[in-house]
């Protein structure tokens, strides 16, 4: 069966990066892309970008242009979605989701909370 | 960007009744249009994708219908697990938009 399984929960001072990791199983990780999905607390659903596992290709959202850099480690059918110079307003649950030729999300991760606090 | 307006933000309903959940698109995104499902502490759940087409093992009380700029969901008789928040999604275009979310709550 599908499965994206994240990284642990991260505490991070402001300044600071972080990486999260999404590992899949269950399907060929070159045929979809990734997509990072954020979700503050008590608020919606934010698009971060995507990425192809086959070809590395991304898209990124304007407001993190610069911030995020989004790769993959197809030895390990593993998704990474790292970000840079950590704000307050960056804590959120992280979600890696699998994206189709369509470009729905059909399974998600079971999301990673990073706190970003001084 | 395109945006993405769902109504109502809350939506009371009891239990055996049906609700209606609208998606609105300031322009056209054809039927690229999902809907999902998330339980508090949960991740999102696909419900509909193609504006219409359930997804694996999607009960039959949800329907997704519209195209263009005007979508609906609709759960035809409420069970005690459909109480969550619904959020829609166009995958039309770049960047991939989603609703404010509707919450649905036990009346």
């Known amino acids: 069966q599908v499965q994206l399984v994240q990284s642990g929960a991260e505490v991070k001072k402001p300044g600071a990066s972080v990486k999260v990791s999404c590992k899949a199983s269950?399907?060929?990780?070159?045929?979809?892309?990734i997509s990072w999905v954020r979700q503050a607390p008590g608020q919606g659903l934010e698009w971060m970008g995507w990425?192809?596992?086959?070809?590395?290709?991304?898209n990124y959202a304007q407001k993190l242009q610069g911030r995020v850099t989004m790769t993959t480690d197809t030895s390990t059918s593993t998704a990474y979605m790292e970000l840079r110079s950590l704000r307050s307003d960056d804590t959120a649950v992280y979600y890696c989701?699998?994206?189709?030729?369509?470009?729905?999300?059909?399974?998600w991760g079971q999301g990673t909370l990073v706190t970003v606090s001084s | 960007e395109i945006v993405m307006t769902q109504s109502p933000a809350t939506l009371s309903v009891s239990p055996g009744e049906r609700a209606t959940l609208s998606c609105r698109a300031s322009?056209?995104?054809?039927?690229?249009l999902a809907w999902y499902q998330q339980k508090p502490g949960q991740a999102p759940r696909l419900l509909i994708y193609?504006?219409?087409t359930r997804a694996t093992g999607i009960p039959a009380r949800f329907s997704g219908s519209g195209s263009g700029t005007e979508f609906t969901l609709t759960i035809s008789s409420l069970q005690s697990e459909d109480f969550a928040v619904y959020y829609c999604?166009?995958?039309?275009?770049?960047?991939?938009?989603f609703g404010q979310g509707t919450k649905l709550e036990i009346k």
């Open positions: 989701a699998r994206a189709g030729l369509s470009g729905y999300y059909d399974y």
């Open positions: 269950g399907y060929t990780f070159t045929s979809y892309g």
């Open positions: 990425i192809s596992a086959y070809n590395g290709n991304t």
């Open positions: 322009q056209s995104v054809s039927s690229n």
């Open positions: 193609g504006a219409s």
């Open positions: 999604q166009q995958y039309n275009n770049w960047p991939e938009t």
